[in-house]
């Protein structure tokens, strides 16, 4: 797989094409960011943004993480110093979930958003930019609290973000792409207080998985069943056997009329075939033995076919998720002893 195909693979959009293939000429030594909001547990949407960062880090790109313990403040998420035993957690989630020590620098926003330069630059984002634009760019972040200001200066840091970490290339989920457009749109019309650049980086955005038991919209932490790395082997094997998976990559909508996608095809398309070069789904010899699959298309064909039954699938997810999460339980563990 060439440089451009992995920094791009399972990227739901690339803005823009023309600047990532750029940067793939010559990735090494460039800079990319995920900006993370300190929750204490890494949850399967922080590891599937974690897997595209395990991508660009093999491409050559050096990985910067920001736990954004201000933008946590913020978001009325706890005092400081709570934030920051939080965001201590994950970085050592993080590591164990595969990011390599060497080329990866945890970053924490009290670092350098509270210094004058970066407050003077907010300043002048929150002179420029209208509150509608600020608005529909805090709507993923706000959910369905009720808007405070606070919300507002959100995704203002967000676009700063990426100029102060001297960044080449921005990921994020793909409810990040109003705060990325923003940066874009805003950032090069900057006077600047700093010696940063100011020009827009490109920018790629993550699928967001499905309901894991509807299929019905997008996975949650806070509502719904999630995986996350404080889940056992059985837990995993629990919430997985529960999920909605029809044997078809595009499932009929509910009854309700709502578009549903299959999150056992999603999870194994974006977290578990970037990590492992073979899936053993193990069967009975009476059910015709074990299946190898080296790629995500030929599984979710046999699903199709019927040669491969919904169940063993999810046993096999089952499988392949416990151990990408086991090494970073195991450091819940140790920190908790």
């Known amino acids: ?13 690339v803005v823009t094409e023309e600047e990532v293939r750029a940067l793939a000429e010559d990735p090494d030594g460039k800079r990319v960011y995920v900006g993370y909001e300190p929750s204490g547990v890494l949850h399967i949407g922080h ?10 880090q093999e491409a050559g790109f050096e990985v910067v993480v920001l736990l954004a ?33 060497e ?35 805090m709507a993923e972040i706000q959910g369905g609290d009720t808007a405070k200001v606070s919300h507002l200066v959100y995704p203002l840091m967000q676009a700063l973000d990426i100029v102060y970490l001297d960044l080449d290339l921005a990921v994020g989920g793909l409810d990040q792409r109003k705060v ?15 010696d940063h650049d100011y020009e827009a980086r490109p920018c790629l955005h993550t699928p967001i998985l499905a309901d894991l038991d509807t299929g019905v919209g997008k996975m949650s932490s806070s509502s719904g069943t999630t ?3 404080e889940d056992s082997a059985e837990d995993i094997a629990e919430k997985i056997n529960g999920a909605f998976c029809p044997p078809t990559r595009d499932p009929e909508p509910d009854d309700e009329g709502n578009e549903r996608e299959n999150p056992v095809l999603e999870i194994f398309e974006y977290s578990v075939f970037p990590r492992f070069d073979t899936v053993v789904v193990e069967r009975p ?45 195991e450091v819940l563990r140790e920190l908790d002893a």
């Open 1 to 13: 797989m060439d440089a451009h195909d992995l920094i791009t693979r399972n990227a739901t959009e």
């Open 47 to 56: 590891m599937l943004t974690a897997t595209k960062l395990i991508d660009l």
């Open 69 to 101: 313990d201000v933008h946590a403040y913020l978001n009325d998420k706890g005092t400081f110093a709570e934030i920051r035993e939080t965001a201590e957690r994950m970085r050592d989630q993080f590591l164990a979930y595969g990011l390599d020590a």
């Open 103 to 137: 080329s990866t620098e945890f970053v924490y926003g009290s670092e350098f958003q509270l210094d004058e330069e970066y407050v003077l630059d907010t300043h002048e984002l929150e002179v420029s930019t209208t509150l509608n634009r600020a608005q529909r760019a």
């Open 180 to 194: 990325h457009m923003l940066h874009r749109e805003q950032i090069p019309a900057m006077a600047g207080e700093s």
């Open 227 to 229: 995986i996350s790395m």
């Open 285 to 329: 010899e009476e059910y015709g033995g074990d299946l190898e699959y080296d790629d995500y298309e030929s599984l979710a064909a046999d699903l199709e076919s019927g040669e491969l039954h919904p169940a063993d699938a999810k046993g096999a997810l089952a499988d392949s998720l416990n151990e990408l999460i086991a090494p970073g339980r």
